[in-house]
């Protein structure tokens, strides 16, 4: 089964800095999109951004210019740095992945990780 697991949610004041991770894995061979979301207190979950395996990327109007997605296809990673974060970022922090492929199966549904907290407060 594929698992998305991840890391670098906190605490952090406005204008500062945090860098969150994703692996996936399972015996994956490829990941078309990864991504994140993320869910504020009361509000629906929403796209941040994604990133296909080709390398186009998707970002959140909100973000664009503060956050940064990177992957890495080889070990099935993707990362998020925030800069600038402002109070409106506070969240649940989501990894996500469409389109996956294992050794033994196509699966073209979501898999989430389980959340990570990120708080944006002075």
């Known amino acids: 089964q594929v698992q998305l697991v991840e890391s670098g949610g906190g605490l952090v004041q406005p204008g500062g800095s945090l860098r969150l991770s994703c692996a996936a894995s399972?015996?994956?061979?490829?990941?078309?999109?990864m991504g994140w979301y993320r869910q504020p207190p009361g509000k629906q979950r929403e796209l941040v951004a994604t990133?296909?395996?080709?390398?186009?990327?998707n970002y959140a109007d909100s973000v664009k210019g503060r956050f940064i997605i990177s992957r890495d296809n080889t070990k099935n990673t993707v990362d998020l740095q925030m800069n600038s974060l402002k109070p409106e970022d506070t969240a649940v922090y989501y990894c996500?992945?469409?389109?996956?492929?294992?050794?033994?199966?196509?699966?073209?549904?979501?898999?989430w990780g389980q959340g990570t907290q990120v708080s944006v407060s002075s």
């Open positions: 399972g015996n994956i061979f490829s990941i078309n999109i």
């Open positions: 990133m296909s395996s080709r390398g186009l990327i």
């Open positions: 996500n992945s469409k389109g996956v492929s294992t050794l033994r199966a196509y699966y073209p549904r979501d898999f």
